[in-house]
């Protein structure tokens, strides 16, 4: 059996009673290591799950795949997520190779960032097409995930930004010469999201056009989420840039159309509290 485990957002003891009782009767289990990060380490699992875990990064889980299946036909291998195995990412590849060779599989849901930012008070069912913000670089600056969010905020809905996590990267020079170094991890901020996010305002605004979103829009940025340090804080795009939320992992949403008891939710969380004045027209009842 293949059992897909979502470890949830905390620590070692958000997984479920269910996917502990696999996870320890499993022969091999590994642990996804690239989609997002727990707020303890790999040691801290191993402790808690009295198992030790095999590290699966992005290469393994791409490419050597094969090698998580090994002999699952005949023994209980676990593959860990953090979050729920089919929230932020998925997973598909590995479940369809399993089908292929025979193997069954079971799936152990766990909650994900995608439910979880109900925390700030939002409305779940009041959300549109989620988004992931890419860092930029030098040669490379893409706004295709700020034509979603416009998309989402003219239909009044809000969106849930994921930011990006480089881990196990290569620079450009050790990829082609084929060397295995690898960059320090980095891992977005809300700060970093937000200016990204300003900048293509005035991209926009210089090419004659009048964005949906402006500095003055209502976002939430989320650090942590689900960890006993977790840290929210709304404002206007612009003070998300400014705000500091600390560690990753980082999440922001950009509003839509609130509902008056969204609004009273987010000024729990208000960077100050005049950035909802002007908003107050924008509810709907």
């Known amino acids: 059996m293949l059992y897909l485990v979502g470890l949830g957002l905390g620590d070692a003891k958000d997984i479920t009673v269910k996917g502990l009782e696999a996870v320890r009767r499993c022969r091999r289990v590994y642990l996804e290591a690239y989609t997002s ?20 990064d992005r290469e393994t889980v791409e490419q050597e795949a094969d090698s998580i299946l090994k002999e699952a036909d005949v023994c209980d291998v676990a593959f860990l997520v953090v979050g729920d195995p089919f929230g932020a990412t998925t997973h598909s590849d590995l479940v369809l190779r399993a089908v292929k060779l025979g193997i069954p599989y079971t799936v152990i849901h766990n909650a994900s960032i995608m439910n979880a930012v109900g925390c700030c008070g939002l409305q779940l069912y009041n959300f549109g097409e989620t988004v992931s913000i890419v860092f930029w670089t ?49 891992y977005m901020s809300v700060n970093q999201a937000a200016e990204q996010l300003l900048a293509i305002i005035q991209n926009r605004r210089l090419q004659g056009a009048e964005p949906e979103i402006t500095e003055n829009t209502v976002c939430v940025g989320l650090a942590r989420v689900g960890a006993p340090d977790q840290q929210i804080a709304s404002g206007t795009l612009s003070q998300m840039s400014t705000v500091e939320l600390g560690g990753p992992l980082h999440s922001l949403i950009i509003t839509g159309t609130m509902h008056p008891l969204e609004l009273e939710m987010l000024q729990l969380f208000s960077v100050d509290s005049s950035s909802f004045e002007s908003n107050a027209s924008q509810t709907t009842t």
């Open 37 to 56: 990060v727990l707020t303890v380490g790999k040691e801290a699992l191993e402790e808690f799950y009295g198992k030790e875990l095999i590290l699966a």
């Open 138 to 186: 030098d040669t490379w600056k893409p706004e295709s995930f700020f034509d979603k969010i416009e998309k989402n905020r003219h239909n009044g809905m809000h969106t849930l930004c994921l930011l990006d996590i480089k881990a196990k990267e290569q620079s450009l020079e050790n990829l082609m010469k084929g060397r295995k170094i690898y960059e320090p991890p980095r």
